[in-house]
C-alpha cells in the first residue's frame, strides 16, 4: 500500500524560505497534495499538483516533483508566523483513500 | 455554507465511559471520514462512509469503536467502553465525489477526547 514520508520538524527564521519534504511509495495518484493545519484546527487543503507537472508556484507557495525520485517538496517564500502549523503531503492509493504523511511541524521564529 | 461541523468540541470523561461524537459534513458531499490524530500516531482513518455507506472500516481498531451514518447530514462516532488510549483529536471530513482523480477533503474543527 502506499506509504507517505517526511520529516518531523522544521524551524526558520522570518522572512527565509521553508522547503519541506516528502516522499512516497505509491506513484498511481494523478493528484499529489499538501494540506496545512493550523493550531487547533482541521486540516486544510493548501496546495495540490497533476502528476504529470514538475512544478507548480502558486503566489508564495512552489510545489516541486520528481516522479523518478518519487520525491514532493513544498517551498514557501517569505515566510512569515503566520505559515506556523503542520504541513502534510498526501497521496492517494489504489483503494481510493487519501493517504498522509506523517505531517511536518513547521515552526516561524522572528 | 458553514463547512463540517463536529461536536463537542471537547469531551473530558472516565475509563468505561460510552462516548459519542458528532458530525455534520457539507451539504451536498457524498463522502464521509473519520480520522484520529495523536502525537504517536500521527493521522490515521478509521471508516469512510459513500452516501451514508460504510464502505471501508479496516482503520477502526477494535470492537469498542463503532461508526453510524443514518442520514447524509449527520453521523456520530461512538466508543463503548472508552479507555485512557483513546485520548486523541477525532476528525470528521466529508467530500464530493472525486472528479477525474481530484480529492479534496474538508475537515471539521475536530473533538479532542481526553478519558481519565
Known amino acids: 500500500g502506499e506509504d507517505v514520508e517526511q520529516s518531523l520538524f522544521l524551524s526558520v527564521r522570518e522572512g527565509d524560505s521553508s522547503v519541506i519534504n516528502c516522499t512516497y511509495t505509491?506513484?498511481?495518484?494523478?493528484?499529489l497534495y499538501w494540506y496545512k493545519q493550523e493550531p487547533g484546527a482541521g486540516l486544510q487543503l493548501l496546495t495540490y499538483?497533476?502528476?504529470?507537472?514538475d512544478m507548480k508556484q502558486d503566489q508564495r507557495l512552489t510545489v516541486l516533483l520528481n516522479k523518478k525520485d518519487k520525491h514532493l517538496s513544498l517551498r514557501i517564500a517569505d515566510t512569515q508566523t503566520g505559515d506556523s502549523a503542520i504541513y502534510f503531503c498526501?497521496?492517494?492509493?489504489?483503494?481510493?483513500?487519501?493517504?498522509f504523511g506523517t505531517g511536518t511541524r513547521l515552526q516561524v521564529f522572528p | 455554507d458553514a463547512g463540517v461541523i463536529q461536536s463537542p468540541r471537547h469531551e473530558v470523561t472516565e475509563m468505561g465511559q460510552e462516548v459519542t461524537l458528532r458530525c455534520k459534513p457539507i451539504?451536498?458531499?457524498?463522502?464521509l471520514f473519520w480520522y484520529r490524530q495523536t502525537m504517536m500516531r500521527g493521522l490515521e482513518l478509521l471508516i469512510y462512509f459513500n452516501n451514508n455507506v460504510p464502505i471501508d472500516d479496516s482503520g477502526m481498531p477494535e470492537d469498542r469503536f463503532s461508526a453510524k451514518m443514518p442520514n447524509a447530514s449527520f453521523s456520530t462516532l461512538k466508543i463503548q467502553p472508552s479507555e485512557p488510549r483513546d485520548s486523541a483529536v477525532y476528525f470528521c471530513?466529508?467530500?464530493?465525489?472525486?472528479?477525474?482523480?481530484?480529492?479534496?477533503?474538508?475537515f471539521g474543527p475536530g473533538t479532542r477526547l481526553t478519558v481519565t
Open positions: 498526501a497521496g492517494v492509493s489504489n483503494t481510493d483513500k487519501l493517504i
Open positions: 505509491d506513484s498511481s495518484s494523478t493528484y
Open positions: 451539504s451536498g458531499h457524498d463522502y
Open positions: 471530513a466529508s467530500s464530493l465525489r472525486p472528479g477525474q482523480g481530484f480529492y479534496e477533503q474538508y
Open positions: 499538483i497533476f502528476s504529470n507537472m
